[in-house]
């Protein structure tokens, strides 16, 4: 099933970060840095499916040279503690082909960035070769300033920084990622809004990232990876509650309803209340959440809430069971009803 990740990060030069490096290492490529010297070879990285430049109808030749491009944005930014691009990491759907998803990232990034003055490096990646196979996915780098003629402006485009901005781009993306999945004939959509905005009662994970998701190959527990593990356990509790909701409201409707005859109340003994005696008896979420550690109040507070739940809800069963099976119908025809005199027979 397709999945929606978008996420925008600048580069930073007060963490020791360089936009040539990044260049070099997302298109497999070997870069020189004028503002260092150092000269960044990962030319014999593997898994990079397609690296190229997208910038405006007007910008100069450097612009589509990867070297020259990333060294202008670097003597651009004279901070110390500049940020000479943002790199924007999105998921490609891993039921497209490689022309499918390099058609969909390409058309998203003219449309999204370069129209609006940026310059584009976009590298598609595979997946990595020790992790997910459907991983397939894209880094864009972009430049944070427009191009004055010749060179990049003097000032920054401070939009391109604002919240608003960032959520356009995710909202964008997940139109653009189910318009290329209609068009293949897939039938499945992804959402760029929180479950909490889709109304969906579930924790979110989060996404492990490259240190992470190396630390758990080799056995090694990582705080994200211990992130999504809580939220998994405690989506289980959650799908079990809402399994018992169900259960409970199902069978309140049935019993409301008194049966016919006495087949009927054994029936429903055998189809409908030991199926749900056996369902809420069941063990689980609620049973690996009780002996985690480290819980939060509010998680603590669930399970007891869905243990005097369960407590009533067996209890309930139990006194349904004994009802039905105890019924018996009443066989005399006559009852009820009078004689000539009003007397009852």
């Not at 409201?249 to 030991?274: F, L, M, Y």
Request: with cysteine.
């Amino acid at each position: 099933m397709a999945s929606y990740h978008l996420s925008a990060t600048p580069v930073q030069r007060s963490k020791g970060h360089s936009v040539v490096a990044a260049a070099a290492y997302r298109a497999g490529d070997e870069l020189r840095d004028e503002r260092t010297g150092q000269t960044h070879d990962y030319s014999r990285k593997r898994g990079v499916i397609e690296a190229a430049i997208i910038a405006p109808d007007n910008a100069p030749a450097w612009a589509h040279d990867r070297q020259e491009l990333w060294n202008h944005a670097e003597a651009a930014e004279r901070q110390h503690n500049g940020q000479p691009a943002r790199e924007i990491r999105v998921a490609l759907p891993h039921e497209l082909t490689d022309e499918q998803r390099a058609e969909l990232v390409f058309d998203f990034c003219r449309d999204a960035f370069v129209k609006n003055g940026m310059i584009a490096d976009i590298c598609i990646h595979r997946p990595d070769r020790h992790g997910d196979d459907r991983n397939e996915h894209a880094h864009i780098l972009l430049t944070m300033r427009k191009l004055d003629g010749e060179k990049f402006a003097i000032r920054k485009e401070r939009e391109w920084n604002s919240k608003e901005a960032l959520s356009g781009w995710r909202e964008q993306w997940a139109e653009y990622q189910n318009r290329a999945l209609e068009k293949a004939g897939f039938d499945i959509r992804v959402d760029h809004r929180s479950y909490a905005d889709q109304g969906i009662e579930r924790e979110p994970t989060t996404h492990l990232g490259r240190a992470a998701s190396q630390m758990e190959r080799r056995g090694e527990r990582s705080d994200r990876g211990d992130i999504n593990r809580q939220a998994e356990r405690s989506n289980e509790l959650l799908a079990e509650r809402q399994e018992l909701d169900e259960a409970i409201h199902s069978e309140h409707e049935r019993i409301s309803d008194p049966p016919r005859d006495r087949n009927d109340a054994q029936d429903r003994v055998r189809d409908d209340v030991e199926p749900f005696m056996k369902a809420i008896r069941t063990r689980g979420a609620v049973a690996d959440i009780q002996s985690a550690d480290g819980l939060r109040w509010w998680q603590r507070a669930a399970l007891r809430i869905v243990e005097k739940t369960r407590n009533l809800a067996l209890a309930f069963a139990e006194k349904a069971r004994s009802y039905w099976q105890s019924w018996k119908p009443d066989t005399n025809p006559e009852r009820g009803r009078d004689d000539d005199a009003g007397r009852e027979r």
